[in-house]
Nanobody, 114 residues
Framework: QVQLVESGGGLVQAGGSLRLSCAAS????????MHWYRQAPGKQRELVAS???????NYLNSVKGRFTISRDNVKNTMYLQMTSLKLEDTAVYYC????????WGQGTQVTVSS
């Protein structure tokens, strides 16, 4: 079993920045791929970014150049640095692990205001 706990969400003005963290515990050594998903009100959950243990990264097109995913395999923690935030980035952000994702965090709210 793997437990995931997100932190770092909050309220930010458009153009601002936030950094999300996802701490993994339990059998985290088994995790090869970790992801950030988000779900906005009334919309389906979408994959924002993924990162493998070796560092291969993929991004949703709309966040490329603004968001940076990273992970610290020693600390078993994944990060999402979000810059130039837009109103449409408002969502609950979820950390997930596995391929396909088997483990999910509880989510952290990110609200971008004008």
């Amino acid at each position: 079993q793997v437990q995931l706990v997100e932190s770092g969400g909050g309220l930010v003005q458009a153009g601002g920045s936030l950094r999300l963290s996802c701490a993994a515990s339990g059998s985290s050594y088994s995790i090869t791929v970790m992801h950030w998903y988000r779900q906005a009100p009334g919309k389906q959950r979408e994959l924002v970014a993924s990162i493998t243990r070796s560092g291969t990264i993929n991004y949703l097109n709309s966040v490329k150049g603004r968001f940076t995913i990273s992970r610290d395999n020693v600390k078993n923690t994944m990060y999402l640095q979000m810059t130039s935030l837009k109103l449409e980035d408002t969502a609950v952000y979820y950390c997930a692990a596995g391929l396909p994702p088997r483990y999910w965090g509880q989510g952290t709210q990110v609200t971008v205001s004008s």
